[in-house]
């Protein structure tokens, strides 16, 4: 396998690799909840192409995270799902969700915070006055 051998040794390092991206980690998000087709994942993700929808799922696919498969129909019917090891990132994926909700709100408070100071005077500044 080609592709264990590109994958770093630092553990943390190598889980960040195998999910990182910007669309692996939505595409789990929704195969969470069970089987798609690629279909379905492009309308839950509409700002995804379908060239990088399919590549990011092949890769998920070679870490062993996501399991496709084909139907022998007229057209082919593919379905996505994630497989044990995919659903073992679960708690992963909701843990950085909660952070990245934690994190939005504490920028955005700081933010306010910040522009509270700025429309106050500052201390020993002397306002004008008519």
Same mark, same amino acid.
């Given at each position: 396998?080609?592709?264990?051998?590109?994958?770093?040794?630092?553990?943390?390092? %190598?889980?960040? %690799?195998?999910?990182?991206?910007?669309?692996?980690?939505?595409?789990?998000?929704?195969l969470?909840?069970?089987? +798609?087709?690629?279909?379905?994942?492009? #309308?839950?993700?509409?700002?995804v192409s379908?060239?990088?929808?399919?590549? =990011?799922?092949?890769?998920?696919?070679e870490?062993?995270?996501?399991? #496709?498969?084909?139907?022998?129909?007229?057209?082919?019917?593919?379905?996505?799902?994630?497989?044990?090891?995919?659903?073992?990132?679960?708690?992963?994926?909701g843990?950085?969700?909660?952070?990245? +909700?934690?994190? %939005? =709100?504490?920028?955005?408070?700081?933010?306010? =915070?910040?522009?509270?100071?700025?429309?106050?005077? +500052?201390?020993?500044?002397? =306002?004008?006055? +008519?």
């Open positions: 396998m080609p592709i264990i051998k590109e994958l770093p040794h630092v553990p943390a390092e %190598r889980a960040l %690799r195998v999910i990182g991206g910007r669309w692996k980690v939505f595409a789990l998000y929704f969470f909840d069970g089987p +798609k087709r690629l279909s379905e994942l492009r #309308r839950l993700i509409p700002d379908q060239k990088m929808l399919v590549q =990011s799922l092949r890769e998920l696919e870490h062993g995270i996501v399991h #496709r498969e084909i139907f022998a129909e007229v057209p082919p019917r593919v379905v996505y799902t994630a497989t044990k090891l995919g659903m073992s990132l679960r708690p992963i994926v843990a950085l969700c909660d952070w990245g +909700k934690k994190h %939005r =709100s504490e920028l955005e408070a700081a933010a306010a =915070s910040g522009a509270k100071n700025t429309t106050q005077p +500052k201390r020993g500044t002397p =306002s004008k006055s +008519k």
